[in-house]
């Protein structure tokens, strides 16, 4: 992902030596603990009975950046050793490209050069890389007081609703809404016990944004946060405020009034969801990722022998979550945040020099 002042690169493969990340632009000063990044990437693994008995203990290492604590201002890179691999069931699979998942465009792409173990390059497990980013970016926009928080607004058909107070309060780290998320596992475990899976929507809230980030055209924070999320693997719509339901409304409705609060301008109502003109307006910044289900499932699925050239059938084995949505709470709400850090260490170069 590259914003114009931070910018950061995925590296790995899913069962090669390590994934990890390195991120550019981060200015020095920034305090940081590995114990710290460890938590962001435990949250990376979701809830334990819906995600693969892949055993990682995904120890990050600081390779450079970081000297005493705090980022030095020099690139940085984190690793995280892949341990628990089990290859052999990918040679089985290798001609047979599973529906929804990356394997047939890949081996056009690459030419077959590829490496096709778990997904490689394709893997949700190279997310690992985005959450070590996402974590730098937090501890700056903390120290501006800016939190970002996601939760799991849907699985399946069950819909959370939460208010930005509940979200900001939460003891439950997946979703607020207690009777919702117990019918969301509900819904996993059905898919689950099918052989199944399940997809769902993230939504994030950004607290505290000031107003003035972003810009129109090619500065549109819009579509910055749009683009990074929709590089998260599985990703398939992405929406702002109130979104795709701002098309059935009038103007009257969806259009937000401003008033006066405390001395400080704001809006009644959040329908455009923080972001007006590709500029935030100082309102919370909500946005909302939608997940397909999991591609590798147990039922049987028609596909193509591409070596033989014929249609088969695909019975899969192996280790898959049977919902990724948990896992990746923390990953989106990583791209909101990196590109934030990066919007908003532009403006304080137009603060330093607009007089
Ligand atoms: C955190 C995370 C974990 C994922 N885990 C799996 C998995 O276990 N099995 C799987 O088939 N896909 C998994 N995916 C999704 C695939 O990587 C993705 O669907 C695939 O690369 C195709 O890309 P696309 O869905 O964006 O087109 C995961 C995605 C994320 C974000």
């Known amino acids: 992902m590259r914003g114009k002042l931070l910018g950061f690169s995925i590296f790995g493969e899913s069962h090669g030596k390590a994934v ?93 050069y590829n490496d096709y173990r778990g997904g490689g390059h394709f893997s ?32 399946g058909r069950v819909e959370a609703h939460v208010s930005p107070e509940e979200l900001l309060s939460s003891e439950n780290p997946y979703c607020p809404d207690e009777r919702a998320f117990d019918a969301m596992v509900e819904e996993m475990e059905r898919a689950r016990k099918a052989g199944d899976s399940v997809g769902g929507v993230v939504e994030t809230v950004a607290f505290n944004v000031p107003p003035g980030l972003g810009g129109p055209w090619e500065e549109d924070i819009e579509a910055d946060i749009a683009s990074a999320l929709f590089r998260i693997p599985a ?58 289900p999991t591609p590798s499932i ?17 019975r899969l084995r192996g280790r898959f979550d049977s919902c990724i949505v948990p896992k990746a709470l923390p990953v989106v709400e990583s791209a909101v945040a990196f590109v934030i850090a990066d919007h908003l260490l532009r403006r304080r170069a137009w603060e330093g020099m607009a007089r």
């Open 124 to 155: 949700g497990r190279l997310t690992v890389g985005v959450v070590i980013a996402g974590y730098f970016a937090k501890k700056l926009l903390e120290r501006e007081g800016i939190k970002v928080r996601a939760y799991l607004k849907r699985i």
């Open 298 to 314: 147990y039922l049987p699925q028609r596909t193509v022998d591409l070596e033989r050239m014929e249609e088969v059938t695909l």
């Open 235 to 292: 990703v398939k719509g992405v929406e702002f405020g109130l979104g795709f339901g701002l098309a059935e409304l009038r103007g009257s409705q969806a259009n937000d009034p401003f008033a006066l609060k405390d001395g400080k301008v704001v809006t009644e109502t959040n329908n455009h969801g923080g972001v007006l003109g590709g500029i935030t307006t100082g309102m919370p910044l909500v946005v909302r990722a939608a997940f397909k």
């Open 20 to 112: 990890g990340v390195l991120i550019e632009g981060l200015p020095p000063g920034i305090e940081v603990s590995v114990e710290e990044l460890k938590g962001e990437l435990e949250r990376r693994k979701g809830i334990e009975r819906f995600a693969t008995k892949r055993k990682e203990t995904d120890e990050p290492k600081i390779l450079s950046g970081v000297f005493r604590g705090r980022t030095t201002g020099t690139p940085v890179v984190v690793i995280v050793e892949n341990r628990d691999v089990d290859s052999s069931y990918y040679e089985e699979i290798r001609n047979t490209p599973r529906p929804g998942h990356a394997d047939y465009p890949a081996g056009i792409k690459y030419f077959g």
